[in-house]
């Protein structure tokens, strides 16, 4: 099935800093990616939709300026997270749909702490 | 989306069948189920989906009740690799909510030796 490789799968930085996080599909296209944040103990909850050559649109109560998304090709998306605080700190994970499946590949997730 | 309800945690003997029941009767005809899976600190792993047919893939199997109301995956011989966290979401095949994946608490599957 399609792959989707996120990098880096861990991260600890400072508070103020930006971080950013990469997805990737690997051997396939995604004109569109999602991505989740996930606190612990709780389930996913979707913060935006990256759209490949546009912008992204976001769930409501999420920061855009905060969590800048960059889709520029058909096989990666980024996102930054700005000026960064500890309340910040969760799981990041992306996905994209399977052609192969129609079901949707989620990359294997970020562990954000801001200290 | 429609929203689902699952139990919160289930218990399951290695090698025996695990049956994760799910309620969903708010779909709509458009709707598809898919069951996830996620194991602690990973991301969510795609097991399968449906309309309105069952189906059976390498991993599982999923039945959908006729009313498509309800819907049980099943996991015919469970080990304890298979010990996760269970989602059931149901999400449209298009439109503007296309992809967007609506996840609830799920289901603690245990599986014991």
């Known amino acids: 099935g399609a792959v989707v490789s996120q990098h880096p799968s861990r991260v600890i930085c400072k508070s103020g800093t930006s971080v950013k996080i990469e997805c990737r599909s690997l051997d396939f296209q995604a004109t569109t990616m999602f991505w989740y944040r996930q606190f612990p103990k709780q389930s996913l909850m979707l913060m935006a939709t990256s759209n490949e050559g546009s912008k992204a649109t976001y769930e409501q109560g999420v920061e855009k300026d905060k969590f800048l998304i960059n889709h520029a090709s058909l096989t990666l998306s980024t996102l930054t997270v700005t000026s960064a605080h500890p309340e910040d700190s969760s799981f990041y994970i992306c996905?994209?749909?399977?052609?192969?499946?129609?079901?949707?590949?989620f990359g294997s997730g970020t562990r954000l702490t801001v200290v | 989306d429609a929203k689902t309800t699952q139990p919160p945690s289930m218990d399951c003997a290695e090698g025996r069948a695990a049956n994760l029941p799910c309620n969903h009767s708010t779909i709509s005809g458009n709707e598809y189920v898919y069951w996830y899976r996620q194991i602690h600190s990973q991301g969510p792993q795609y097991i399968i989906h449906g309309l309105k047919n069952n189906e059976t893939n390498e991993m599982a199997s999923l039945i959908i009740t006729e009313d498509r109301k309800s819907s049980t995956l099943i996991l015919p011989h469970a080990t304890l690799r298979d010990t996760a966290v269970y989602y059931c979401?149901?999400?449209?095949?298009?439109?503007?909510?296309?992809?967007?994946?609506?996840f609830g608490q799920g289901t603690i599957l245990t599986v014991h030796p």
């Open positions: 979401i149901v999400s449209r095949a298009g439109g503007t909510s296309y992809g967007k994946l609506t």
């Open positions: 996905s994209a749909r399977d052609p192969d499946s129609n079901g949707y590949t």
